[in-house]
C-alpha cells in the first residue's frame, strides 16, 4: 500500500536531508557489514575463549586481528535473538505480526530492521541462513514475512530452526525440501560469497545466520569425525573454516580496510543436549536461562585499520547495539519514530572508549529475570504465576540445578564471581535498592509476564495474553505504522 510521501518515518527523511546536504561532499564512501550470527554456540566454544578441546584457528586469528569482547549478551532464545539484533530492541519491546505469545516471534511488517536503514544508504543487502522470525516452521511459515519483506534484496536459508528437517528458500521461492543438513554451513558460506564477489563495488551488508550448532548437528565428510571435542567439535570446527573462507575473500577483493565483520552467537549453548550441546564455563548455565551463560555469548569485531588489533573489551555490549551502531557507521541513524533499546558502541569498536555508561535487562521469554549495571547484576524474584507461564514450561530446558523458582532478590560481582556462585545482596542492599528501581522502570518502559510496556509496539496487531488477563486485549491506542511500504517501495496490496 503507499501513502505518499507523508508517510515516510522521520528517520528516513532525516537521512534524505543529510544526503542531499552532502551530495558532492568529499567523503569517504560508507563501509561493508558482514554479521555472522551462529545458533547456540556457547560462551567457551572458541579456541580464543578457552575451549579446551575445540580448534578455531581462523576465529582466533580473526581476534587477533580485532577486539574481543567477554561481557557480550545476545537473547536467551533463537528467534527473539533474532528480532533483537535486527530491530535492535528487547525482544518484549518489538511489534509480532500474529501469535504474539509464541516464543518465537513472527516480526511485524512495519518493524524497521538493520536491513533497511542500510538499504536506505544504498546498501545492497542479503541473508542467510536461519530466519525464524516469520513463523517456527520449515512449512507453515508466512511467506509475507521472508527477508525479501524485510529490507533484504536476496536470501538463500531455511524458515527456522533445523530441529527435524530443513528446508531451503530462495528469495521467496521454496526450492529444496529436506536438504542435507551436513552441507548447510558450506552452503550458506558459498552463496554469502558469491553476493560478496556481485557487491563489491559496495557498499554491502551481509548477515549470515548459520544453522550450526543447533541441533541436529551434522557436519560435511572433510570435518566429521576430525575433532577432539566430539561432532560438536567438528560442527565449529567446520564454522571456523568457512569463518576463514568470508576472511580470504575479503581480503582477495580488497575490502579488508573497508569491511566491519562481526562474529557472535544468538544465545547460549543448550546444555541439555550434553554432549551436542556446547559449553559456556565458566558462566552459569546456558540457552533459555537467564544466568550469564544463557546470554552471555562469544563476539568478535574486526575492521583493520579501524579496530585496534589485539584487543579486549570487558564493557557490557550487545546484539541490540548493532543497530544504532552501524547505522552511524553508514552516515545515518537508527528510527527516531520508535523508542530503540541499543546504543552507539562505536567508540568501544574503534578503542577510544572502555567503558560504557548503559543499564542491561535480561528476559527469559516474556519475563524480566535480571538487571545489570556496571559490575553488579540483580537478580530478580520470580512473580509469574508457577503453573502455566511460558517461562515455567521451558524449565526442561534449563540444568535442574539452575532452574531454581527465586524467592527474592539475588545480587552478584560479575567482576568477582563470574560464575554467580555467590548472593551478596545482604551487603549491599543499596545496590539492591537501586538495580531495583531499573528493573521497575524496565517493567513499565518494556514490560513483563504480568503488563504490557508503555513503549511496547504492536502497530495495530494483537498485543500479548498477560498472565493477570483472560484473553488478549486490542491496543487501541496505536495504529498501523503504514510508514514501511513507502520507504521499501513496495505494494502489499
Known amino acids: 500500500m503507499k501513502t505518499g510521501l507523508l508517510g515516510i518515518g522521520l528517520w ?38 578457552g575451549s579446551p578441546e575445540i580448534k578455531t ?73 536461519k530466519w525464524d522470525l516469520a513463523g517456527h516452521s520449515q512449512t507453515g511459515y508466512k511467506p509475507e514475512l521472508l527477508p525479501a519483506h524485510q529490507g533484504f534484496d536476496f536470501y538463500f536459508g531455511t524458515p527456522t530452526s533445523n530441529d527435524r528437517t530443513a528446508n531451503l528458500i530462495r528469495n521467496t ?39 550450526m550448532p543447533h541441533t541436529r548437528l551434522a557436519a560435511s565428510k572433510d570435518f566429521k569425525g576430525t575433532s577432539a571435542g566430539g561432532l560438536y567439535g567438528d560442527v565449529i570446527e567446520e564454522l571456523d573454516f568457512n569463518v576463514g573462507r568470508v576472511l580470504d575473500k ?42 550469564e551463560g544463557g546470554l552471555r555469548v562469544p563476539c568478535i569485531m574486526r575492521a583493520p585499520g579501524k579496530i585496534p588489533a589485539g584487543t579486549e573489551c570487558d564493557a557490557v555490549a550487545a546484539t541490540i547495539d548493532l543497530m544504532p551502531t552501524l547505522a552511524k557507521l553508514a552516515g545515518t541513524a537508527a528510527p527516531t519514530d520508535r523508542v530503540i533499546d541499543g546504543v552507539d558502541i562505536s567508540a568501544l569498536m574503534h578503542g577510544q572508549a572502555d567503558s560504557l555508561d548503559r543499564t542491561y535487562f535480561y528476559y527469559q521469554h516474556d519475563c524480566l529475570r535480571a538487571v545489570r549495571s556496571g559490575k553488579w547484576k540483580l537478580m530478580l524474584p520470580h512473580t509469574e504465576p508457577v503453573q502455566g507461564s511460558i517461562a515455567t514450561k521451558w524449565r526442561n530446558h534449563i540444568d535442574k540445578a539452575d532452574a531454581i523458582r527465586i524467592k527474592q532478590a539475588m545480587l552478584f560481582d560479575l567482576e568477582a564471581d563470574i560464575g554467580e556462585s ?43 495474553t498477560l498472565s493477570t ?23 502489499r496490496e
Not at 88 to 103: E, H, T, V
Not at 469 to 491: F, I, R, W, Y
Open 57 to 129: 584457528p581462523r576465529i582466533d586469528a580473526m581476534a587477533r586481528e580485532g577486539m574481543r569482547f567477554t561481557s557480550f549478551y545476545a537473547q536467551t532464545v533463537c528467534g527473539p535473538s533474532r528480532g533483537a539484533l535486527l530491530t535492535g530492541c528487547y525482544p518484549l519491546r518489538f511489534a509480532r505480526q500474529d501469535d504474539p505469545d509464541s516464543i518465537h516471534p513472527e516480526m511485524h511488517i512495519d518493524e524497521i530492521t538493520l536491513a533497511e536503514v542500510l538499504k536506505a544508504q544504498g546498501y545492497a543487502t542479503a541473508a542467510f541462513g
Open 173 to 211: 521461492e521454496m526450492i529444496e525440501e529436506n536438504a542435507d543438513m551436513a552441507t548447510l554451513t558450506q552452503r550458506y558460506t558459498d552463496e554469502a560469497i558469491g553476493f560478496i564477489e556481485k557487491n563489491k563495488g559496495g557498499p554491502f551488508f551481509v548477515y549470515l545466520a548459520h544453522s
Open 469 to 491: 488477563e483472560q484473553e488478549t486485549v486490542a491496543e487501541s491506542a496505536k495504529k498501523p505504522n503504514k510508514k514501511k511500504a513507502v520507504k521499501l517501495g513496495v505494494d
Open 250 to 291: 575479503v581480503r582477495e577483493l580488497g575490502l579488508d580496510d573497508h569491511t566491519y565483520i562481526v562474529f557472535t552467537s544468538d544465545n547460549g549453548p543448550w546444555l541439555v543436549k550434553k554432549k551436542n550441546g556446547g559449553h559456556a564455563a565458566p558462566l552459569r548455565s546456558g540457552k533459555t536461562s537467564c544466568w
Open 422 to 464: 555467590t548472593d551478596v545482596s545482604a551487603q549491599h542492599p543499596e545496590t539492591v535498592a537501586e538495580l531495583m528501581k531499573l528493573a521497575k522502570r524496565a517493567q513499565r518502559d518494556i514490560g513483563d509476564h504480568d503488563r504490557f510496556g508503555e513503549h511496547a509496539r504492536t502497530f495495530g496487531a494483537r498485543r500479548r
Open 12 to 49: 528516513a527523511l532525516a537521512a534524505l536531508v543529510f544526503s542531499v546536504e552532502n551530495v558532492g561532499a568529499d567523503r569517504p564512501s560508507p563501509p561493508n557489514f558482514i554479521i555472522i550470527f551462529t545458533d547456540d554456540q556457547g560462551y567457551q566454544d572458541l579456541g580464543c575463549y
